[in-house]
């Protein structure tokens, strides 16, 4: 699933700029909310995983004023678009702390790399465990001084051995420090299902099972008795 993004701009060709490049580049987007209010009525309605947000919208309340609200309320990442501004606004604008600003215009690749990095840093797990990085839909996996971006769908099983974990994706395998409980606690979608202490998988890749194996992606992997009789409901209930 894409990354929605939601625009709060009151310049429709501006608007329809920014909507136009983020298509482009991949993300979802939702249609642009003009006034503070509108913005709010977004959020709640489109659920976007990060704004875009000029600072300079129409009705009493600015771009600022939604940011503060945002942050109290909705605890979503956001980007500042910016122009000349005065110094008091963008004295404002840095206390409600933006992932990121952009300088009207813009380039293609200045939305991508704000965007991918505010997502980068947005929302660290509560967990001990500094090498995945969670969010709606994808988790962000650290190896050495990079972090890969994967998306849940494309993961088919991970496997436990003690403190780590190994995440076998329909990509390539990754090794983290983490435990299965811990990982299964963040995983927020819950497409992961518990088969046995040391494994857990991703329905949408089972190609067949016994009473005592379940295969996925080709691989046969052992299933617990106490995680039966909840791993036949859930297989009887897929579509």
Do not use: C, Q
């Not at 987007?29 to 009525?41: D, G, I, P, Q, V």
């Not at 004295?91 to 933006?98: I, L």
């Not at 600003?101 to 500094?130: C, M, S």
């Amino acid at each position: 699933m894409a990354i929605k993004i939601g625009i709060v701009e009151d310049e429709w060709l501006i608007a329809e700029s920014i909507r136009m490049a983020l298509n482009e580049i991949g993300y979802e987007t939702t249609e642009a909310a003009s006034t503070y209010e509108a913005s709010l009525e977004m959020i709640k309605t489109e659920k976007p995983d990060l704004l875009m947000i000029d600072i300079m919208i129409d009705g009493k309340k600015d771009g600022v004023d939604l940011a503060e609200t945002i942050n109290k309320t909705y605890k979503l990442p956001f980007i500042f678009l910016t122009g000349n501004y005065d110094a008091h606004t963008i004295e404002r604008a840095k206390k409600v702390k933006p992932s990121a600003y952009i300088v009207k215009p813009f380039r293609e690749i200045d939305l991508y790399t704000a965007i991918e990095i505010a997502l980068l840093n947005f929302k660290e797990n509560n967990t001990d465990e500094a090498s995945i990085k969670y969010l709606k839909n994808i988790i962000f996996i650290k190896e050495g001084d990079l972090y890969h971006k994967v998306e849940l769908n494309d993961i088919i099983y991970i496997k436990s051995e003690n403190v780590y974990l190994s995440i076998f994706t329909s990509k390539k395998p990754y090794l983290v420090r983490s435990t299965m409980e811990s990982f299964l606690k963040n995983e927020l979608n819950g497409l992961l299902f518990k088969i046995h202490k040391s494994y857990a998988v991703n329905l949408k890749y089972l190609e067949s099972m016994n009473t005592n194996t379940l295969n996925v992606a080709g691989m046969d992997l052992p299933i617990h008795k106490n995680y039966k009789e909840e791993l036949l409901k859930a297989v009887l209930s897929l579509k």
